[in-house]
């Protein structure tokens, strides 16, 4: 017989038990609310340090090829280098109109560009992930300290990672869109991409993989494929297009290209001799540097040790079914590997922004892994720990990067202080300069025989010779016992700028 007390008893289970399923559907709830809010904030506010702190130096050869090419585009000037990039120098002439430093104007189409990344990303992250983890993920991404030191130059490397991740986008809009149509929109991003940085053409089997996926499930025919193809050569003729008209023809074009691509990877004076080491070493500091110590910790210890204690946790849960997007995962992976042979084979691994994606995808990858089924409070809380740390560090290496003058610039700043008539010979540092309309003399100089023939002109004056100069010398088999004197040494931040970071400065009193 039912009692009043045994209704008042099972009632009482029945809300107990709601309320522990309301109150863990709430904690959900809110930690969802949390996560967001934080990657929200966390963006906005290294976006308004990006915009706060510019930087208004040029300290390479290719800032100052980018930097004149806003004021006359001319590839035979080298304004800028050979392919052009021509979506990138427009895109730095558009923000011209309203920022009145050419470096900083390019800087600020790469902060603008990337900021608009923001939208892909996370588009990417929920074909994976619950959207309180696509946000921390895309906020982990985004942060990302060497990505973001990239960008705030005036290089095209941030617009190219821009380019990138929309590209990946549209990869994925278009596999899962029954409409044949869409293909055309990765086929127009390629061309964006490949418009800034030609570099970046392995990722075209996203493409090919695109084609083979649909063609293999019935949603593309063979007659189709040769149609969105020419639609693809089409878009890359645009850019392609534009360029041989800057040259004035088809001819002159080709000839400034081999001319360009015959001494482009030419390693004299460099900081590594990447035509010397083995291919294990050259592994091993593509891997370990380019990708990992200085790509992903951007060189501080502490988000180094974070992101190994990720990867730790990721290979633990190994065995731990991932619920996949089998088609599109695959497509990350195979773009993931054709850039890095490209990178590790093609590329000077002096410069570790050549791995710029690779990281981005990296990161995308142990993201996804971390925050796939049971998110542990060890796993928010390295995550949480990570962020934070990015964060610090971007603003840290932000304000460094307007503020403190690059190697070069002290050097300038040292030898016109001097007082003296000089003759200065350099590598690439002319090129910046140059730039800066250096009043003393300076020349680049790459024999030492030629400098032998040309320092006879200037006896009445001080010859000094940068450390590049010094080691192209060495190369040749030059005994430069007794002949030079070091004056002294100008640093600044290797991240900035990886090859000039670190000048020292000779003086000749050989004969």
Known sequence: MVTWKAIYVSCEIKVGENMKIWTRLTNRHIKSRLLIGLSIFSVLFVFVTQLQ???PFVSSWDQVDFSLAVHRFDLMAMQPHFPGYPFFILGGKFIYLFVANPSEALTVFNILFYASTLFPI?????AFLSRSYSSLTTAIIYSSSYCLIMVNQPMSEGSALSAFWWYVWSLLFALKTKNTKAILFPLALLSLMLGIRLSYFPFSIGILFLYYWKVKHGGL????????????????AIWLTGLVISEGSLIGFIKLSLAFTSGHFNDWGGSIETSKIS??????????????WTGMASKHFMIASMYLICFIVVLSRI???QRVNRPFMTLLYLMFISYFVWALLGQNIDKARHALPLVSLLILFLCIRLFTNRVTLLILTLSGFLLGLQIYHDVNLIREQATESPAIYKMNNYVQGMGQPVILYTWEETRVLQYLNAPYTHKRIETYQLFQIDSKYFENRTVLLTDKVVKGFISQDVSLKGKIEKVKTFQSNELFE?????????????K
């Open 53 to 55: 702190f510019l930087n």
């Open 319 to 321: 065995y731990e079914k």
């Open 279 to 292: 291919f294990v070493t050259r592994f091993i500091i593509f891997i370990g540097n380019n990708i990992f």
């Open 221 to 236: 025919s063979i007659k189709q494929v040769i149609y969105y193809t020419c639609w693809g050569v089409f878009f890359q």
């Open 498 to 510: 990886p090859v000039y970071h670190d000048i020292t400065l000779y003086k000749w009193v050989g």
């Open 122 to 126: 996370y588009k990417l992250c929920r």
